[in-house]
């Protein structure tokens, strides 16, 4: 199976998986793991998933989004220092200037079973806006950062920092346009994104 077959659950329940997507979006949540529902509203937002048991297969996968979209000469763009030092060392190379790099490269806070998006804050984005980020977006999770809903992420963060509950709190969601979110309406406005997870399981 190559490491662009691993996508998440893949095949498996497929019963669950079309229950739960012809389910109304204010239905109550069926009762499913945290992760096959995080996976099937995230491929539905049209989110690239691919899964990792280890850090080679991410730094494998990282090097394999590279050669698929031509990105050799592309450094990523990153505004965080230990994920530039924990990867640098692999090889990849990056830039701290926007303007050098149409490829964003990220952890996130937590991700959201309930509607496949990505939280994130100031930790990962400084000041910037969505929609000054680059059109691509490649994410760095781990499986201990799943949570089912927005607030529990949230409830999370201020446990977590306490009275320095980071800024600029948002979610990722609309990712490129697929057959199954072209007419959202929710998506109208917002700024889509090509984004990919590497996920690495850490439990």
Same mark, same amino acid.
């Given at each position: ?108 806070? %937590?991700? $959201?079973?309930? &509607?496949?998006?990505? =939280? ?5 984005? /400084? ?5 000054? #980020? ?28 306490? %009275?320095? $509950?980071?800024? &600029?709190?948002?979610? =990722? ?5 697929? /057959? ?5 309406? #929710? ?17």
């Amino acid at each position: 199976m190559g490491l662009f077959d691993k996508l998440f659950g893949g095949g498996k329940k497929r019963d669950s998986k079309e229950t739960v997507e012809t389910r109304g979006l204010h239905m109550p949540d069926l009762n499913i793991p945290i992760d096959e529902k995080f996976t099937i509203h995230f491929r539905k937002n049209g989110g690239k998933f691919l899964y990792c048991d280890s850090f080679s297969e991410i730094t494998e996968a990282l090097n394999n989004i590279i050669v698929e979209n031509d990105w050799q000469d592309h450094p990523f763009f990153v505004m965080n220092n230990s994920l530039q030092e924990k990867f640098s060392k692999k090889g990849f190379t990056f830039t701290n200037e926007k303007k050098n790099s149409d490829v964003f490269f990220t952890t996130c806070e %937590h991700l $959201i079973a309930q &509607n496949g998006s990505i =939280l994130v804050c100031s930790n990962q984005l /400084n000041e910037k806006k969505l929609n000054e #980020l680059p059109d691509n977006i490649i994410v760095f999770a781990t499986t201990s950062q799943l949570v089912d809903s927005i607030g529990e992420g949230l409830k999370t963060i201020k446990k977590k920092y306490g %009275h320095s $509950i980071p800024a &600029n709190i948002t979610t =990722l969601k609309h990712f490129q346009s697929n /057959n199954d979110n072209a007419d959202d309406f #929710l998506t109208y406005g917002s700024s889509s994104k090509n984004l990919y997870l590497l996920f690495l399981e850490d439990l």
